[in-house]
């Protein structure tokens, strides 16, 4: 009788992965997907072997279960998981070495590449051979003790035997757990069951796969975990959700006032830049004016709503700066700005007693002034005035003053824009005051790691203790409570003149 021959399936036909990462690399486009391509790394066998179990939801789920061996890690598939029942045997078919970076890989494989789905860090820590683990390895029978978050004790990897022909599948392993004290019977504890979640986030299996884009204003907001202010830990949530709670603070100061944004995309500590002209980027929310400039209308952006402030969080401006006029009437500047910048080697003190200085001389032109932190080193002095002079007016007054000041005094106070005078002085920079040119907004953060915020005081509030960047997006929401009255309040009522020229 002729003995029918089974056909060997696919899958068996397939040789014992070479070890190394060329298979691995061969398989994945690294332009295309997340995972890292990976350096073979001699093993370092002073310390313990690294494993990882990682949930994937690719076209079938499975558990990769990777042990670290000769620099890789050598890396079975494990459809049903591993058990923590010594009954249990799960079938581990045996893929490519995956590099020893892998270990830390958690995201999600974009469709069309190799593996796509979601990849969850389902367990890590070290492993332990019983015996030489090369030699065990060959022999296709792996002991071993595992030290995770999830799973710990003995287990052990066995190869599975073929018959005298050897026609089993080359790559097929079976995961058992050992009996030891850490084992479970199934019908009590199903460790995959019980424990889903990731040990790096937190999160499942779903959560990755689609990640949760929280909603702030009406404005959808992504990668609301990126930190913005490393030094504080705050988030673009956190940034939103603050804005959000200052809004009615905040918002008159922006309101109709044409913008300069501070754009890091990558928060305080990455790249940043100037954006003074709107374009497909910006948020739909934020409102477009046309303005002429010397030679071309430019498209301004103006952020008069909580939408249009919160879509500024969702594309990374951490900086708003405003003009001196209202879009209303442009040509006639409603306030005028001392921007006091210390250059090297000022005593806080000084810069305080500037402040003052300032607001003395505008007293003596019966012109009242309001004192703000700009969240730098500086301060500014803020003058409101009836929207009545002319850009050239507004600067030839503020040039004056700061003129005068620094003819008074020349060792403490400069006007003049050159960096190397500055040392030792207060630079009074009246420039501020020219068509187009913008200083911090009101209640702004600033683009630097601890996100302070520029914010307005009232006159006795400074003190050789409150220094510029004392408020920050932590500190500012409790003494906006704790206010019993805005130090600003008369900045929106008062309706003043700039005095004739010759008068100051
Ligand atoms: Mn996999």
């Known amino acids: ?20 990462l060329v298979e691995y690399r061969r398989k994945r486009d690294f332009r295309q997907t997340p995972e890292p391509s990976g350096s073979p790394s001699p093993s370092r066998r002073e310390r313990d072997r690294i494993f990882v179990i990682q949930k994937h939801a690719a076209s079938r789920l499975h558990y990769d279960f990777r042990l670290e061996l ?6 079975w598939a494990v459809p049903k998981g591993p058990s923590l029942d010594p009954t249990d045997k799960r079938l581990a078919m045996q893929v490519e070495d ?7 890989f958690e995201g999600t ?23 030489d683990p090369q030699a065990a390895y060959r022999a296709g029978a792996l002991k071993f003790s595992l030290e995770g978050t999830k799973l710990h004790g003995s287990w052990v990897l066995a190869k599975i035997r073929g018959g005298r022909r050897d026609r089993s599948d080359q790559r097929s392993w079976l995961l058992i757990k050992h009996r030891d004290g850490e084992a479970r019977p199934a019908r009590k504890f199903n460790v995959l069951e019980a424990r889903p979640e990731s040990v790096a986030s937190g999160r499942t299996l779903e959560q990755i796969a689609s990640p949760v884009e929280p909603v702030v ?14 030094a504080q830990g705050t988030t673009k949530l956190d940034l939103a959700r603050f804005y959000e709670s200052i809004a009615e603070w905040i918002l008159p100061h922006l309101k109709d006032r044409p913008t300069a944004l501070v754009r890091c995309p990558e928060g305080a500590e990455g790249p940043c830049f100037y954006q003074k002209h709107g374009g497909p980027w910006a948020p739909k929310a934020i409102r477009r004016v046309k303005i002429q400039e010397k030679t071309k209308a430019g498209e301004y952006l103006v952020v008069d709503s909580l939408p ?3 879509g500024l969080v969702q594309i990374g401006i951490l900086e708003i700066h405003t003009w001196n006029s209202v879009v209303q009437h442009l040509e006639r500047p409603d306030r005028v700005v001392f921007d006091l910048d210390p250059g090297p080697g000022v005593e806080w003190r000084r810069v305080a007693d500037a402040a003052r200085l300032v607001r003395e001389r505008l007293q003596t032109v019966r012109l009242e002034s309001f004192l703000k932190t700009t969240g730098g080193k500086g301060l500014h002095v803020v003058v409101p005035l009836r929207a009545s002079a002319t850009w050239d007016e507004c600067r030839a007054f503020a040039r004056r003053l700061a003129e005068d000041l620094e003819h008074a005094e ?14 030792g002085k207060i630079f009074i920079d009246y420039l501020r005051n020219t068509r187009g040119a913008t200083s911090i907004a009101a209640f702004s953060t600033r683009a630097t790691p601890e996100a302070p915020v520029s914010v307005p005081l009232a006159w006795d509030e400074l003190t050789p203790r409150l220094r510029s960047d004392h408020y920050t997006i932590a500190s500012l929401p409790r003494r906006l409570a704790d206010l019993k009255a805005d130090p600003w309040a008369a900045y929106w009522t008062l309706r003043q003149n700039l005095p004739a020229l010759s008068t100051t």
């Open 308 to 310: 249009a402030l919160i």
């Open 410 to 423: 020349p060792k403490a106070y400069v006007a003049r824009m050159a960096k190397a005078e500055r040392k």
């Open 1 to 20: 009788m002729k003995k029918r021959r089974k056909t060997a399936t696919p899958r068996s036909a397939r040789p014992v992965p070479k070890a190394g």
């Open 98 to 104: 995956h590099p020893l970076e892998y270990a830390s």
């Open 217 to 230: 204003a009406g404005v959808r907001l992504t990668h609301a975990d990126r930190v913005l202010f490393p």
């Open 70 to 75: 000769d620099g890789t890690l050598k890396s």
């Open 109 to 131: 494989i974009p469709a069309g590449e190799y593996g796509a789905g979601s990849v969850v860090l389902w367990d890590r820590g070290t492993w332990r051979p019983e015996g």
